[in-house]
């Protein structure tokens, strides 16, 4: 059994004053609980040294939303890895469906980006999934393949060996539908063979795979037990501490607690 991973993105939300308390929130929520698996949040970049300040002491971990292709250099309003891990992040999310569309990143950024989480000592979680009209006429399988074959092949095993997966289905994001758990165990199976094929079966068995889209307290658990699922990629819910906290119990009994 892997060990969950309960993440929340909470985008463009939350600046310093906000996100604080929200922190606050979650990490009081966690305290006393036996985790079975990890709590993860990603604030925007200017409110990390607040939140991660605010979780020091705490079992939730600090993550950003996304980062820089570059190590350092004339790159004007980027962030590198490497000040995301000096501020205390330990993940980074890659290749977020926003960014895909919103700033047109590619594979090439994607390879490139993920390079850069790992040689900076941190996690990336690296989302992939189609879109609703890829899915409406079937092809939601292949453009999953693409998603992968266009980046897991050009890691190196050590950097594939501690990704994070996170199979983001477009559709379900932000609209509250959410893919039932058959859909998503249908997927994430299938994201376990392509990587088993492209990276050898150990990683892909040791690989964690997160659900993102539209997850709630009352959809967690469910989602959670699937053989495939190690978890989520949280946004709307995430925002709210009692939602984010009814997730990671949904986590916590699917895991057995
Ligand atoms: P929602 O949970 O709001 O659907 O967002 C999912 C997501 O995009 C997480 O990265």
Redesign the pocket.
């Given at each position: 059994m892997r060990r969950y991973l309960a993440?929340?993105?909470w985008?463009l939300n939350m600046g310093p004053a906000e996100a604080v308390t929200l922190a606050r929130k979650i990490s009081m929520g966690v305290l006393g609980m036996d985790l079975r698996g990890e709590v993860l949040v990603c604030p925007p970049f200017v409110s990390i040294p607040a939140v991660a300040d605010v979780l020091e002491d705490s079992v939730v971990h600090c993550g950003a939303q996304t980062c820089a292709n570059d190590a350092a250099g004339a790159h004007t309003g980027e962030v590198a890895a490497s000040m995301l891990a000096e501020v205390g992040c330990s993940h980074v999310?890659v290749a977020?469906?926003?960014r895909r569309t919103d700033q047109r990143e590619s594979d090439d950024d994607f390879v490139a980006k993920i390079e850069q989480v790992h040689d900076a000592g941190l996690i990336a979680v690296f989302?992939y999934g189609e879109q609703l009209e890829d899915r409406k006429a079937g092809r939601a399988a292949d453009v999953v393949r693409a998603h992968l074959e266009g980046v897991l092949p050009r890691l190196t095993r050590a950097k594939a060996d501690t990704l994070v997966l996170?199979y983001?289905p477009v559709w379900?994001?932000?609209?509250?539908e959410?893919a039932t758990p058959d859909q998503a165990q249908e997927i994430h199976a299938l994201s376990r063979e392509i990587t088993a094929g492209l990276l050898g079966p150990g990683v892909a068995d040791r690989m964690r795979i997160l659900y993102?889209?539209?997850?709630?307290p009352d959809n967690a658990e469910e989602l959670f037990s699937m053989e495939d699922i190690d978890g989520?990629?949280?946004?709307?819910?995430?925002l709210k501490a009692d939602d984010f906290l009814g997730i990671i119990r949904g986590a916590q009994a699917a895991a057995g607690a």
């Open positions: 993440a929340g993105n985008k999310i977020h469906s926003e989302c996170a983001e379900a994001i932000g609209t509250g959410t993102g889209g539209s997850v709630k989520g990629l949280v946004g709307g819910a995430s």
